[in-house]
């Protein structure tokens, strides 16, 4: 079961089961990200976790995830009529025109991607001049441990293919594409201990300098 098949199976509970990371991240998200009346592109929608919160900061919205899946989920939970869904795999060129976005968010799903400079590259191509760029991601430190994307199967644990990015490589991609950090974000379990534990989600807002 490649990554694509895995969400596709994983839709069906991703709701449901508990998800700290999942959570956590949607923390993150909520506290970082400002504006009103925005053309958002939103990468890795999922089941629409984060959609209908960023609805409510925009103007437009579409919805991308690779997962035909996890869109049918969010298309039944969401009928405002300024979202649309896509389905796309953003290791290939996006289909959109230059400077057509105010905000990108991209919500656990670089950890799936092997290049990101890729990543930074198209995003400030559809990105408007001082448009801004939110990452929302397992923390590294938490991936030197060895936690990755998982879920529960009828025949077991499934661990699906991640790659490892340092925070220097979130830097450096950024800067390669013109991109300045706006704001950077370390995130802990409800009630974790800071002393004794290592943070669960790395946040970073990028603005896009051209």
Known sequence: ?????????????YDAVENKTRDVEARALRETVTGENLDILELGCGTGKNTVWLLEKAARLVAADFSAEMLAKARAKITDER???RQM?????????ENSFDLITCSLVLEHIEDLDFIFAEARRVLRPAGRFYIGELHPFKQYEGSKARFETGAGVFELECFTHHVSEYFAAAKKNGFRLIDLGEWFDEG?????????VLSLLFENAK
């Not at 079961?1 to 509970?13: D, G, L, V």
């Not at 795999?89 to 959109?96: A, G, Q, V």
């Not at 974790?192 to 669960?200: D, E, G, I, K, L």
């Open 83 to 85: 979202a649309g869904f």
């Open 89 to 97: 795999d953003l290791r290939e060129d996006w289909s959109f025109e």
């Open 192 to 200: 974790a201990a800071r002393a004794s534990s290592v943070p669960r």
């Open 1 to 13: 079961m490649n990554n694509q098949q895995a969400y596709n199976a994983w839709s069906k509970t």
